[in-house]
């Protein structure tokens, strides 16, 4: 008797709290009609164990208002990141080609050093390219040269120095950006940006290089061949 009593009162417990959850679904309000202390009783009790028992559960799906929050706030850290993204993908060019204009001068200066103080370029290459010429800039840098800037393929005794580079970088930034061909100014120092897609401009007589891009860089503080 005592066990049974006990639980019905179980019962009843559960049916206050799954009676309140099933009231907002509108599960229960049929049976709100006929009288709370109905529900009380030992039917309502039964099948509120057999609920328990089974491990029925109540689910509801997203309201209109939840969804329309939802997507507001997809939108707002959308807004957020997008820009970021943006400045971090400029941000990045313009690391690109400070790093590769270091690379090309620092290249310029040491062929400058091995070969009496002349810079790549400013001699013919000995394999068709002359003097002041974008092929002789760029063979003498990626190849094996003698002392005079003649160029060869392999290493030999008499083609000891060098390669400065592996191979010319492509701009990384402007409207020639992807390009990585060479245009020559032999009239200005430093150079001038020159027209065409080229993506680098070279002086031979100053082993002077810059980009060859007016465009100004993601701040709006400088311009690309300034760098």
Known sequence: MVYRQAN????????????????????????????????????????LRR??????????????????????IIGIIAAIAVPRISAGVGATGESALMADLFALRGAIDRYAAEHGGDFPGV???GQGNGPNTP??????LIKYSNGSGNVSDSPDAAHEF???????PALPVGGNKGDDTVAIDLSNSPPLVAGGSAGWVYNPTTGEIIANSDDANQAGTRAYDEY
Do not use: C, H, N
């Open 123 to 125: 001699r013919a290459d």
């Open 51 to 72: 609920m328990e028992w089974s491990r029925i559960g109540v689910s509801r799906g997203f309201s209109l208002v939840e969804l329309v929050i939802v997507v507001v």
């Open 162 to 168: 060098g390669p400065y580079v592996r191979a010319i």
């Open 8 to 47: 019905d009162l179980d019962a009843r417990r559960i049916a206050r709290g799954v009676r309140a959850v099933l009231w907002r679904r509108g599960a229960v309000r049929a049976t709100e009609k006929k009288g709370s202390s109905q529900q009380d009783g030992p039917g309502f009790s039964a099948f």
């Open 135 to 140: 092929g002789a800039f760029e063979s003498q």
